[in-house]
């Protein structure tokens, strides 16, 4: 008989509680509790002072004020070390001409990438992956987005992702592809036989009984 050994990495789960933590940053000691009523963004790139990691920074630096708008903290973080971290920024304000306003955490033990599920195997043992969280301010992970290390992610599709959950909270609905401010929304479908006659009859842009939109 063969044995077993599922090596994967335990990853956290849409709509509960987002891991605790406790980490030493680039602005000093932040928890996930000194979060609660915000939104968070928290991101791992693979290292410090490497190529595409620097272009995500600039581009989460360049967005921060919007962020702030939508009243959303944003918190890296790598597996190098806090110095490593304050290396980096300063290198980049002289590079680049970009602070970097938000904290950076530094994870030399791996636990907090762990617990988020940040180190895939099958791309690096040492490293963590792109990967987003964001998280309501309910301490709730609401998504997560995982990218490859060989490709940097988009920054206003976190900004257009924000502004969705945040309308759906308001307004109890959902957005459909693409979804941004100013667009319609979709209507949750009937859940019953009757409802789902009358609904044609509800003033919505209603395509068939299951799919109906309206503007807010």
Known sequence: MYEIHDDRPTLPRLNEP???FE???THGTRKLADYRGKWLIL???????TPVCTTEFLAFARRHAEFQDLDCELLGLSIDSKFAHIAWVRNIKEKFG???PFPIIEDLSMRVAHAYGMIQPGASDTS???ATFVIDPQGVLRAMVYYPMSNGRSIDEFLRLVRA???TDEHKVATPEAWQPGDPV???PPATTEAAEQRVHEGYESTDWYFAKRSL
């Open 18 to 20: 987002a891991p605790d």
């Open 23 to 25: 980490a030493v940053t």
């Open 43 to 49: 991101f791992s790139h693979p290292a410090d002072f």
């Open 98 to 100: 970009v602070d970097i």
């Open 128 to 130: 963590a992956v792109r």
């Open 165 to 167: 959950l945040r309308t």
């Open 186 to 188: 979709i209507v949750p």
